[in-house]
């Protein structure tokens, strides 16, 4: 851009402090405009020999500055590429870690129906198993009764016997 033939015209001014006021918009570095001021001092207008060579001097040196502001754009360009790529890798290992920490609640959530499950089979063996007893001690205890019984009548009729023979011998 800076060797070339550009039409581009830069029109600056000094104001009363001699500081350079940019009049077309273009940002120039304090270096640049310290460079511009040179040749009003007294060793810059000996160096001043023919105004074609300032002027090429002078646009090598906007075109110099223009570049490096150029390449600090690209620079900050690039910098916020790469933190939105940061921000982009750390979005994704969120998310990630996101769907590792649902996974792992998924599974503790399914192993704990599965250990409900588990203990309501054992309960309604349990269950079963309490009822046959129940069933079993309940039969034991009907044929206990009925022996009972049994005894009852035999020791009854047998008392009955022996008190009517005592009876008949003391009539």
Do not use: C, W
Not at 100 to 108: G, H, K, P, V
Not at 131 to 138: N, T
Request: net charge positive; no cysteine; glycine share 6%.
């Amino acid at each position: 851009m800076g060797g070339g033939g550009s039409t581009r015209r830069v029109t600056f001014e000094a104001d009363e402090n001699e500081n350079i006021t940019v009049v077309k918009g273009v940002r120039l570095s304090d270096s640049v405009i310290d460079r511009m001021k040179e040749p009003s001092s007294p060793s810059g207008r000996q160096h001043r020999g023919s105004g074609a060579v300032n002027d090429e001097e002078l646009k090598k040196r906007i075109a110099e500055e223009l570049a490096l502001e150029r390449a600090r754009r690209d620079s900050e360009a690039q910098k916020r590429r790469l933190f939105g790529k940061l921000l982009e890798r750390e979005r994704i290992s969120s998310n990630e870690h996101l769907t590792r920490a649902i996974l792992r609640e998924r599974a503790a959530t399914e192993e704990e129906r599965q250990r409900a499950q588990r203990f309501a089979r054992q309960l309604e063996e349990k269950d079963r198993e309490l009822k046959k007893h129940d069933a079993y001690y309940k039969e034991q205890l009907a044929r206990l009764e009925e022996r009972s019984a049994q005894f009852y009548k035999v020791t009854t009729e047998q008392y009955q016997k022996a008190a009517d023979e005592v009876s008949a011998r003391f009539k």
